[in-house]
Every structure is written in C-alpha cells, then in structure tokens.
C-alpha cells in the first residue's frame, strides 16, 4: 500500500499513533464480530508500536470471540476510565459517545474510525469511510499505513471482522478486494476453518433454544418476514444479548423474502429490532428513522413500547418503504 496522502484522516491517524504513548479503544453497545475484531486488532497494532493500552466496553465480548488476542483484557464499566495524560480514546464504529453506553469521556483526545453510512464527525479526528465493507478493512490499511505486517493473532482478528461484516463473504459488500484481503489474511496466518468454526459451529444451546422459540413467531408475507420472542419467553430461557444476535438472517434466508426483521425485549419495557435486506430496501435509513443506523443491508435499533405495539409500528413502516420502492420501481420501468 502506498503512503496516504498528508491531508487524509488516515494519515493523520497514523502520525497520532506513531506519536502518542496511551490509548484507550472502545466500540458500540452489543459489540459484534466486525467490532470486537477490529478493537483487539487495532490493540495488537499499538502494541506493536510500542504503546500502552487499554480497551473498554459497556458489555462483555461474545463468548464465540473469546479466544481472540486480547478478549480476557477487556474492560467491562458503564463509566470510563480516569485518563492518562494525554491519553487518546479511539470510537470504532460508534455514530456519538452515547452509543458505547458509556459515561464520562472528558478529558481524553477522541478519534473516531467509522465505516457506517449514519456516522458523524464528533471527536476530534475523524476518519469515515462509509464504502468500506467493514471496519477491519480499515484497520487494516492503517496497519499498512504504519507498515507493519499483521502477525497470527493480529490477522485472526481482522479476518474474524471480514467475515462477520461481509455475512461470511455472502453480502453484497463481498468484492474482490475484500477477498483479496482474506487471502492477506492468510498468508499472515489466519486460519479461516478455525475462526469460521469459532464463529458459526460453536453456538450455545441457549441460543438454539431461543432460535426454536423465534421461528415459532415466524410471519412471512413475502417480500417480508419477521419473527419475535415475547419477554416472558425471553426470562424463560435466561437469553443473553449475543444469544439473539445472527437470528435475523433464517427470516431473510427464506425464498422470495427480501426484507426481514427480528423482535426481542431489551431493558425495562422496550424492544430492540433487527433488520436485514437482500438489496431491495435500505435498512439502515429505516432505522435511522427510529434512532438508530447500520449498513444499507443490516441495521438495528432499540424503541421503548410494548411488543406488540412496537412491531406494529416497525412492520408499518417497512411496508411502506417496500411500497415506494416497488412504486419507484415501476415508475422507473414504465
């Protein structure tokens, strides 16, 4: 890779990790694959460089990306950390401070690394790449800006990012970069059988049974489907955040469905919704309109209201984004 331009975010990033002596990394609330990922790896590169660190997260990492570099350090508080002096707190892929779930983040110099279409510039270097199929791309290239090579476990974690932010190289975001990359990976070490075993045959019995649950609550009213566990169910089967996450894609996995999305209770009285899109619609700006973001293909939001109400809602909407498109669409046609 060649040197960044001087007047890039990249390369002004790479000049702050050559430059300063602490950091502290942080990601999103509910961290999944690309995030965790992305965080142990970005960790792994300053350490290479000789920097202290330290790494933050409002919830603990999956248990499915235990066995990554680094995942037994994570901090897990709700409050930051005191800073260092001149310590410097990188966001991955967070839209504000309040998306970590944490609290008190004064004093720090911030940097902020996104690749999501609903990102915003709010700390004091920012570096967003919405095109970018996953934020272990980015810290990829800033690990080539810096010229260092990823080792084993730096490259197992960025490749554990690649994977779970381009749907095990099945969305559309799956190019022939983001495949020459994997084979970078590789080379580097990266042992694509074990990470694709960690993350997809190691699944607990809670989440299958809560899986069972979900697809009992299964509508399909194509090109739509959705699925749902009440809170009772929820309490009954003891679910854990990463228990629910990936369940969205067997509603979307079924022929003719191009949209779909998954209900589930979170915190006191409200619902956290997943969606996901073949291409038809974007979801992201569906869930932009309910305060939350992602990617054109998966987002997220939480909503407070029962779960009937919520869904109503929800589906109310996603009907009639589907129903402009399909207008646009023939508009367009004719």
């Known amino acids: 890779m060649s040197s960044p331009p001087a007047n890039s975010p990249l390369y002004a990033i790479a000049e702050m990790f050559r430059m300063r002596e602490h950091f502290l990394l942080t990601s999103h609330a509910r961290p999944d694959g690309d995030a965790i990922?992305?965080?142990?790896?970005?960790?792994?590169?300053?350490?290479?460089?000789?920097?202290?660190?330290?790494?933050?997260l409002a919830q603990p990492a999956p248990h499915i990306y235990h066995r990554l570099a680094g995942a037994s350090e994570i901090l897990c508080s709700t409050r930051a950390p005191r800073p260092l002096p001149g310590e410097v707190a990188v966001f991955l892929e967070c839209p504000?401070?309040?998306?970590?779930?944490?609290?008190?983040w004064e004093g720090y110099t911030t940097v902020n690394?996104?690749?999501?279409?609903?990102?915003?510039?709010?700390?004091?270097?920012?570096?967003?790449?919405?095109?970018?199929?996953?934020?272990?791309?980015?810290i990829y290239q800033l690990s080539l800006a810096l010229e260092i090579i990823p080792d084993t476990e730096m490259a197992t974690c960025l490749y554990t990012g690649l994977l779970a932010d381009t749907g095990?190289?099945?969305?559309?975001?799956?190019?022939?970069?983001t495949l020459e990359m994997g084979a970078a990976l590789i080379h580097?070490?990266?042992?694509?059988?074990?990470?694709?075993?960690s993350m997809y045959l190691s699944y607990s019995e809670a989440k299958m049974r809560l899986l069972a649950s979900a697809l009992q609550h299964?509508?399909?009213?194509?090109?739509?489907?959705?699925?749902?566990?009440?809170?009772?169910?929820?309490?009954?089967?003891?679910?854990k955040e990463e228990d629910a996450e990936g369940l969205v894609n067997y509603a979307l996995g079924i022929e003719g469905v191009e949209v779909a999305a998954f209900f589930r209770p979170v915190g006191l009285g409200g619902q956290r919704i997943s969606l996901r899109s073949k291409g038809l619609i974007n979801v992201a700006k569906v869930a932009e309109s309910f305060g939350g973001g992602g990617h054109y293909h998966a987002s997220g939001f939480s909503q407070?209201?029962?779960?009937?109400?919520?869904?109503?809602?929800?589906l109310a909407e996603l009907r009639r984004t589907l129903q402009m498109q399909t207008k646009a669409t023939t508009m367009a046609v004719g």
């Open 37 to 56: 990922g992305s965080l142990l790896a970005c960790q792994l590169l300053l350490r290479r460089l000789g920097r202290q660190t330290r790494a933050v």
């Open 218 to 239: 299964l509508h399909v009213k194509r090109p739509l489907a959705w699925m749902f566990v009440s809170e009772d169910e929820a309490k009954r089967l003891g679910m």
């Open 188 to 197: 580097c070490g990266a042992n694509p059988h074990r990470i694709a075993e």
């Open 113 to 138: 690394i996104d690749h999501h279409a609903s990102a915003h510039e709010f700390a004091d270097l920012n570096w967003i790449d919405p095109v970018s199929p996953a934020l272990a791309v980015m």
């Open 168 to 177: 095990s190289f099945v969305f559309p975001n799956t190019t022939a970069a």
């Open 304 to 314: 407070p209201g029962s779960l009937a109400g919520v869904m109503e809602e929800v």
């Open 96 to 104: 504000g401070f309040a998306r970590t779930h944490i609290h008190d």
